[in-house]
Every structure is written in structure tokens, then in C-alpha cells.
């Protein structure tokens, strides 16, 4: 069945380049704002494919910096930050204003759950996404996750993506979640139905049967969903 704007895809993360006319399947897509020119993001304006870029809120490349912790997200290699400097801060929304201007539509505020390791940054975590939204009025924010900053967070952003929503991926491979955490992220999307959030899955899979299972748990509980690999770079 075809959407109101003619695109029967409704969320795509794609962290390549390229691949215009596959991303006008959908609408809208979630991309690296390096990846992009204007006119790119122009084409996919032009065929109603909404662009929103990746922002970092907590945690950063491995390149020395202040507002870095004595911490690192090892699966990644990256580093975790302190929310409330003033660098980072600024950092953040130079580059969100930056995506903006170049053509973005909105943004897609990931590593919120930095918060779950930093339980005394949840107030400076919020303040930092209260900060974008108001410079950047107009926009529409896609935040990844960030359950813990809940109820807060429903009044700051326009949607929530809840990655690894039925499966995952591990130094070992792709994989269902444990029945432990399905019934968490479950029980976070049912506080979150109650709120007016745009709600997405978000999943991974190796092959079509751990695929097929995201997709149907998705659709069973009415969250349209986007399967790819570990990189995100399969649409």
C-alpha cells in the first residue's frame, strides 16, 4: 500500500554514498552529512525524501579532545564525552547547524544512552537536545533510543527509533535479542504509544530467517521497521 506522499517505505539508514534513486524509495533516510553535497541532498528534496543527518551527542571520535572521558565504547572505538562542556556543546551545534544549511531536513540524535553508563549527565543530556531543538526551530529530531531520558525526551524530539528492537549484532554475529531484552524494548514502546512520537525499529540480520523474524515482530506490534548490516551501508 502506497503512503499519502507515494513512497510505501517509510525509514531508511544508509551511512554509504550514493545510491540516490534507492533512497527515494523512501521517506525519509538517515545519512552521514560528510557522505552528501547539496545537490544530492536537493534530489532527494525534489522526490520527497526527507535527509536527516547523523549527530553524535555522546560520545566522539578517538582524536584528543577536553571534553573527552578516560572512557572508551571499544566496539566502535570511540570516546565517551562529558555532555556539559562548553566545547562539545558548541561542537554540536555548529555541525547540526552546519548539516541544516547544507541541505538536511532535520537531524537523528544518536548515543543518547551514554546516559545509562553517566546516570549525573541526564540532565545536561537533555539540556543539550533542549538547545537544538530551539536554535533549529523547524526541523524535524529523530533521537535513537534514549529510554532513560524518558518522559523528558518525548517533549524535545518529533520521533524515536528503537534500534536492536528484536535482533542485533555481536562480535560473534547477528543474533535475536534474549527474551530479557524484548520485553524491555517492548515495554519502552508501550510508554512511548502513548505520546504523538513518529516510532521506528531498527534491526539487523545476516540472512533472510533472522530478517524475517525482526520484520514480523515489527509489524506485529505496528513499528514500521529497517533491517541492515552492522555498518548500515545495506539498503
Known sequence: METLS?????LAFYYGQGKLKQLC??????????AYTSAELAFLRNNRTQALAYLSLGEDQ???????????NL?????????????WVSSRMEEAKKAIDQGFSGLFLDTLDTVTLFPQDRYTMLSLIGQLRQELSGISIIANRGFTLLPDL???????????FSTTWTPWGYRILPSYELEY??????RLQGSSLELYALDYADNFWLEGFA??????????TFVSNRQLTRL
Open 25 to 34: 524509495r523512501y521517506r525519509k533516510v538517515v545519512l552521514q552529512p560528510w
Open 6 to 10: 507515494g513512497k510505501s517505505r517509510v
Open 215 to 224: 520484520r514480523l515482530r515489527a509489524m506485529y506490534y505496528g513499528l514500521p
Open 154 to 164: 518525548a517533549t524535545l524530539v518529533d520521533g524515536v527509533v528503537l534500534e536492536s
Open 185 to 190: 524494548n517492548l515495554s519502552c514502546l508501550y
Open 75 to 87: 566496539d566502535w572505538n570511540t570516546i565517551y564525552v562529558n555532555p556539559a562542556h562548553p566545547g
Open 62 to 72: 578517538p582524536i584528543p579532545s577536553p571534553w573527552h572521558r578516560d572512557a572508551r
